[in-house]
């Protein structure tokens, strides 16, 4: 009787996936030789007519474990740690009872009475609906679920930009910084070769980018064919350029400082230089909102900074500067004035 060999997970228990009956059966134990002997009583117990195998059987965890290994070879490292990080404790009471049997009002309920965050919550549920639906187990279309207040992330207004880039000159971290002002997410940025670096046509391709994996070890993620974060970005600040030809050095990342570092580095500078503190990803931002300060077609941001569609870059990335509202202010406020001029006059 054939039992595929046990792979361990990152909390170090050993797993493996049978498929019984077309339902998907994840057996976990800690060591290597209990999780193989579990997996080969529950297989020679089907086969027997002892044991029934049903979706309506399975566990909570069954159901997302199963939905969580169904997806581990056509996602990400990083989606498969985000997938795991989601689930580490979410809905962790009833993650033991039959997933038919659930009461899913009461089960978002409870957990929203915690004190867990609604953006947890939403999370775990972003796991546990696609996995319920995977294993054909009903899902109410009425479900309340808590809503998640967004909090806007900071980014520099067009006219700080360049103070920014004063403050970090000529620093270590500038080549990481100005990759960010480029639209790189850092994960992109510490995935950065010279080999996708063209300085004599000032191009950067984006196809790949470090990232952690559910282990908590960094890997490298190959973008594909169709992933819309592949892309050629023409180098766009002339600094940039200056320096990567200075610093040019084959066999070697573009970027070699520790992956944290950027958001405690770029926060130093703005602090010092009396600007809002961005983080790494707040340089993504500004380059969005650079893009709708400078009218670019959303289209060509999207593209530039590999968005799936313009309604990412919209909902998200592009923000008003207080100088463009304020612009925008003094056209709607002159349209008034000039409209009561306009009728006081004619009287």
């Not at 403050?167 to 960010?180: M, P, Q, Y």
Request: charged share 25%.
């Amino acid at each position: 009787m054939y039992i595929p060999e046990p792979r361990k997970l990152a909390n170090g228990e050993y797993f493996i996936q049978l498929r019984l009956n077309g339902v998907s059966i994840p057996v976990s134990a800690p060591t290597k030789t209990e999780c193989k002997a579990k997996a080969a009583l529950i297989k020679s117990e089907y086969k027997s007519g002892k044991r029934r195998i049903s979706k309506s059987d399975l566990t909570l965890k069954q159901v997302v474990d199963a939905y969580i290994e169904s997806r581990r070879k056509t996602r990400s490292p990083a989606t498969v740690r985000g997938y795991v990080m989601a689930m580490k404790h979410g809905f962790e009471e009833y993650m033991k009872l039959p997933a038919a049997s659930i009461d899913l009002q009461k089960m978002i309920d409870d957990e929203t009475e915690k004190d867990v965050s609604s953006k947890t919550i939403l999370n775990a549920w972003g796991i546990v609906r696609p996995a319920l639906k995977a294993a054909k187990i009903e899902i109410p279309d009425n479900l309340s679920l808590p809503t998640v207040i967004k909090n806007e992330h900071s980014f520099l207004e067009y006219e700080q930009i360049q103070p920014f880039m004063k403050a970090i000159e000529g620093k270590d971290f500038e080549i990481s910084a100005l990759l960010g002002l480029h639209s790189l997410r850092r994960s992109e940025i510490y995935g950065l070769g010279w080999d996708k670096i063209n300085l004599e046509k000032e191009t950067i391709s984006v196809h790949r980018a470090l990232v952690l994996d559910e282990n908590g070890d960094y890997v490298v993620k190959d973008y594909g064919k169709t992933d819309t974060s592949r892309r050629v970005i023409p180098i766009m600040i002339p600094r940039l350029t200056e320096l990567l030809k200075a610093a040019k050095a084959e066999g070697q990342p573009v970027v070699t400082q520790a992956l944290n570092s950027l958001y405690v580095m770029v926060n130093r500078s703005c602090r010092n230089a009396g600007l809002p503190e961005i983080g790494a990803h707040g340089l993504r931002h500004t380059f969005a909102s650079l893009c709708f300060h400078l009218d670019v077609p959303a289209k060509i941001c999207a593209q530039l900074g590999g968005w799936h569609d313009t309604r990412t870059v919209e909902r998200i990335y592009t923000h008003i500067s207080a100088g463009d509202r304020d612009e925008y202010v003094k056209s709607i406020t002159d349209f008034y004035n000039n409209a009561n001029n306009n009728a006081n006059n004619e009287k």
